[in-house]
Nanobody, 127 residues
Framework: QLQLVESGGGLVQAGGSLRLSCAAS????????IGWFRQAPGKEREGVSC????????YYGYSVKDRFSVSRDNAKNTVSLQMNSLKPEDTAVYYC????????????????????WGQGIQVTVSS
């Protein structure tokens, strides 16, 4: 069974950068689209970015578009989220998740499609 582990979170000042990684074990990652989600205290979990299984399609939430970039290395079974120009409102627990069902050649933020989830990692952006 697929297992996902996030790394790379932490505390950063506004305007700084962090790179999150999602490492997979138990299965080959190129069977899955991968989504990044985040949840701030008192808020619903929201989609941040996703990438399809082959890495040919990416999608971003409006609030992170042009600041975040998702990529994957299927040979290393990892997906990364580069986060630049971070803002205090980016503070949240970030999760990666895997969706094995085809969605055309795309990916989606529909949380119910994602069967496998990492444990989450804290990202805190100070002002």
């Amino acid at each position: 069974q697929l297992q996902l582990v996030e790394s790379g979170g932490g505390l950063v000042q506004a305007g700084g950068s962090l790179r999150l990684s999602c490492a997979a074990s138990g299965d080959i990652l190129d069977k899955y689209s991968i989504g990044w989600f985040r949840q701030a205290p008192g808020k619903e979990r929201e989609g941040v970015s996703c990438i399809n299984d082959r890495g040919t399609f990416t999608y971003y939430g409006y609030s992170v578009k042009d600041r975040f970039s998702v990529s994957r290395d299927n040979a290393k079974n990892t997906v990364s989220l580069q986060m630049n120009s971070l803002k205090p409102e980016d503070t949240a627990v970030y999760y990666c998740a895997a969706d094995w069902r085809p969605y055309g050649d795309m990916c989606t933020f529909t949380k119910g499609r994602y069967e496998f989830w990492g444990q989450g990692i804290q990202v805190t952006v100070s002002s």
